[in-house]
């Protein structure tokens, strides 16, 4: 094991998001549509599909967590950060009002059953994010019934606060930074090695790499130049 992983471990471990004990136990992109609330807590008609990163973290063992937290990030806006807990009491809350019939110790089998379900099956599984000017946001879990929406799960978020955003993104930057210099390293280890068995192949490998630059790039171009003005971003959940 070289430097660069275990620079990449060092960092991984501490990700400001298991302060306080928390492991991680669910880490992954989720396509959710995102949308702006008014003040008059009127949403707009069309949302945006975003892919947001969603991770669930509890305080504790699995099976008997004190805590839950849902975290949600994106790699296309590094400041996009709201957070939730949802520890016993909230949960009693929850259970109640929105009549589940699981206990808290099931909770966190039920959200990633949820989310699992938005990834694979978009179609008939889906997120809705509820944005407000003042920081405040709800996450909706649909199921499409075909006839009818039904909303499985709503769950309150607030936005996170501007330290906890500014910790976040300096984590991630040196995590992307660390990773960016073991695959820069790596790739100059096997250029090290071509140059020194086979020095043709690494000048062939260096012109078709060039090429494909060059191709990618016009392709790009022709792309831009040539695209509708339609818009995609269609809602499912109007």
Request: net charge negative.
């Amino acid at each position: 094991m070289d430097d660069s992983q275990l620079d990449l471990g060092a960092l991984e471990d501490i990700d400001p998001s298991l302060e306080g004990g928390y492991k991680i136990q669910f880490n992954k992109e989720i396509n959710i549509e995102t949308r702006i609330q008014n003040v008059n807590n009127s949403p707009q008609e069309i949302g945006t599909l975003e892919q947001i990163k969603v991770k669930i973290l509890v305080q504790g063992d699995q099976s008997t967590f004190e805590n839950l937290k849902i975290e949600l990030t994106s790699e296309t806006d590094l400041f996009f950060n709201y957070i939730t807990i949802v520890d016993k009491e909230t949960y009693k809350k929850i259970k109640e009002e929105q009549k589940l019939t699981i206990d808290y110790p099931q909770f966190l089998q039920m959200l990633i059953k949820l989310l699992n379900s938005s990834h694979k099956e978009p179609n008939h599984f889906f997120c809705v994010f509820f944005m407000q000017q003042d920081g405040a946001a709800k996450l909706d879990f649909i199921e499409n019934l075909e006839y009818k929406f039904m909303e499985m799960l709503t769950l309150e978020f607030s936005c996170a606060t501007e330290e906890v955003i500014r910790q976040n993104v300096s984590f991630r930057y040196n995590l992307m930074k660390a990773k960016l210099q073991f695959v820069q390293n790596r790739l100059n280890d096997i250029t090290s090695l071509i140059k020194l068995k086979n020095p043709s192949l690494l000048t062939q490998l260096n012109k078709l790499s060039i090429n494909s630059i060059q191709n990618q790039s016009s392709q790009n171009i022709s792309k831009y130049l040539g695209q509708s003005k339609k818009n995609y971003n269609s809602s499912k959940f109007i």
